[in-house]
DNA sequence: ATTATTGTATTAGGCGCCTAATACAGCAAT
DNA sequence: ATTGCTGTATTAGGCGCCTAATACAATAAT
């Protein structure tokens, strides 16, 4: 599980996404320590401003906290990341329904598109 | 259906978004002339330079034409519609299944939490 | 013919994002 | 004590997006 950054948006706010996706993911366990900026910067092809930007973020959400001159951790707060994670999945789940709702699909049609795309998955 | 823009993505592709959104789901039917840049742009709460940009990229995708001083069509090529409709279902489903699985659902619990959200829905 | 409406082009300026290059402060390791 | 690693702050510049204000060309409407 790697970096993608697309241009259409901007970067710091992907990188916000994807430490969150990670650390709910468990790849950055709760009490754990993060790497140092300037790796995930360089991990990332970005400039550390701009990972220092998006770790800030994580730290207003409580995610993540700092001791300044030995790095920066995840929470060990296991409740606050299990809330994090369905925060997103409902986010994503929200946003995937309104979209195909507009689209003209109902409950119903929605679950055998998804479906038949799974299917397809695996072949 | 009304415009939904946020400030996290430039604008014009926002509306690229939308436009697209609203001839697939047949607010702009095949054939029909669309409103006027200008008051496209008034709805949107956009400057017309913006919308002229947006409506520029659904020209290169085929899916608007112009007549110079007459105004701007919905292409009557029902097929293109439906191909570009096909597009963007895939596209969204792709992206809620990538979002999930990297949260580490397997697609029965996907399923499983698109149903229950569904159910939360009709309440 | 004149007027209004259409799409289009141009210029200027503001603003946010991103990079780059430094520099500093504080703790850990040696 | 010195060195290295940590987070952090600052400044400068480039670039894209967006708005605003015009202006123009070509057709439709009158």
Redesign the interface.
Known sequence: ?TWELSS???IY?QLIEQLE?KI???KYPPGSRMPPVRELAREASVNPNTMQRALAGLEEEGLLHTHRTSGRFVTEDEKLVMQV?NR???E??????D??L????D?EE??A???A??KE?KE
């Open positions: 599980m259409d948006r901007p706010a996706l709910c993911a468990g994670k997103l999945v409902r994503h789940i929200r946003e995937f329904m979209k195909m507009r689209l003209g699909f409950h929605i679950k598109a998804l479906s795309m799974m998955e």
